[in-house]
Every structure is written in structure tokens, then in C-alpha cells.
């Protein structure tokens, strides 16, 4: 009867070691192959983003102030004109191609490179120019009027797109789009299960440490991110 005892646990026990076996090898079976490849997510992030065309990574407004003079006749004569313009900061993420995503699998990094920052713009809202003149003959006798309009309007256009591109608004659209994008790609992965680390850079820059993914307003003129900081 003893016998008999131990041969029916050694088979219990037989059993219980090989279904445990099966259990666990199914399971690293099943995960291996439900687990999304990294790759392929990213490649499918990348394919909404193309789909998207461009990214409004800011809209910044400018106002330039500008005065021309002209001389004839032995006259004078000067006008000075307020134009108020809107830019948008864009990246054209059409442009970008599966050699712009390098996954680093021990690290669970994945490295973006974006195409250059656009600036597009300015926008004019002729209703919100003012003009400014001295008077004089000149204005009154001759066209030095609208001479001088198409003169200030031009180095109007020219002033607003030198504010644009000043250093400021630029890091922080550049840091508005990287935010975007980083979230773009780490949020399919972190649903996928993942917990990637997503570093976001523009050609020619260097990659910086990846921030916390926080939503923006992408149509946020700059002056309130500014002040939003304080």
C-alpha cells in the first residue's frame, strides 16, 4: 500500500512540475508574441505624424514700427507706419523619414530627429495699420505718399520677420514641438505597455536629456509662455 502511495504522489508530483513548465513557457510564448515590437510602434507613430503634414509649434504676433523720408523738390516728406503681424513656427513633419528614428533597445530610448523649424508669416491684418505723416507740400503736390507707404511696408515685413527669428520666441517654439512630438511617440509606446524614454532633437542640434511630457497649447502666443513661467 505504500508503494502504491508513493508511486500516485510521485506522479502528482510529475504533473504538477510539467503543467507548471507548460504554463510558464506558454506564458513567455504568449507574451513574446503579443508584445509589441518598439520598432514597429514608433514606425506607426511616425506614419501619423507624416499624415499630419505640419506642426504649428507656436503662433507668435510682432508689431513693427517703421519711418521713411523722402526728398524732392527741395522738400520733404515722412511717414511713419505701426503694422501689427502674426507668425507661425512649423515643422513640416512630412519630411521626415524612418532613418530620422533610432530605437536603443537596453536603454528603451528612442531618438527623434526633427526637420528645421519653418517660420511662416507674416500674416497682415491691413485694418489694424495705422500711418503717420508730417504734413507738408510734398505729400499734398505729389505721390511721396504712397511712395512712402510701399516703402515703410516692405521694411515693415522685414522688421517682423527679425523679431521672429530672434532667439527667444525660436528655443521656445523649437521646445513647444519637441514636447509634441516626444508625446506623440511615447504615448502609443506607454499604451503599448512600454516605458520608453523619448529624446526629441532638430538636425544639427545635439540630443538633450528627455523632459516630462506635459500638454501645450500650440497656439499660444510666446509672450504668455514667457509669463506663464513667473
Not at 6 to 11: F, I, N, P, S
Not at 62 to 88: C, D, E, K, N
Not at 167 to 195: E, N
Request: no cysteine; proline share 7%.
Amino acid at each position: 500500500m505504500k508503494t502504491v502511495l508513493k508511486v500516485l504522489l510521485g506522479m502528482v508530483l510529475a504533473f504538477v512540475l510539467i503543467a507548471g513548465g507548460a504554463a510558464l513557457l506558454g506564458k513567455r510564448a504568449f507574451d513574446h508574441f503579443w508584445s509589441p515590437d518598439p520598432e514597429s510602434v514608433a514606425s506607426a507613430s511616425l506614419q501619423g505624424l507624416q499624415a499630419q503634414s505640419r506642426l504649428t509649434a507656436l503662433v507668435a504676433s510682432y508689431v513693427a514700427v517703421v519711418t521713411s523720408t523722402q526728398h524732392r523738390f527741395g522738400l520733404s516728406a515722412q511717414r511713419t507706419l505701426i503694422m501689427p503681424g502674426r507668425v507661425r513656427y512649423e515643422v513640416d513633419l512630412s519630411q521626415m523619414k524612418p532613418g530620422d528614428l533610432v530605437w536603443h533597445k537596453d536603454s528603451h530610448m528612442l531618438d527623434v530627429t526633427l526637420p528645421p523649424l519653418m517660420i511662416e508669416g507674416p500674416e497682415i491684418d491691413p485694418a489694424r495699420m495705422k500711418a503717420y505723416d508730417g504734413g507738408g507740400l510734398l505729400l499734398k503736390l505729389t505721390d511721396s505718399g504712397e511712395a512712402l507707404d510701399q516703402t515703410n511696408q516692405q521694411a515693415a515685413r522685414v522688421e517682423l520677420i527679425r523679431q521672429a527669428r530672434e532667439p527667444s520666441p525660436v528655443a521656445i517654439a523649437k521646445q513647444a514641438a519637441r514636447q509634441a512630438v516626444a508625446q506623440s511617440f511615447a504615448l502609443p509606446l506607454k499604451a503599448a505597455g512600454m516605458d520608453p524614454n523619448v529624446r526629441v532633437r532638430f538636425q544639427g542640434e545635439a540630443f538633450a536629456d528627455p523632459a516630462p511630457f506635459t500638454p501645450m497649447d500650440f497656439a499660444r502666443p510666446w509672450q504668455d509662455v514667457i509669463a506663464n513661467r513667473h
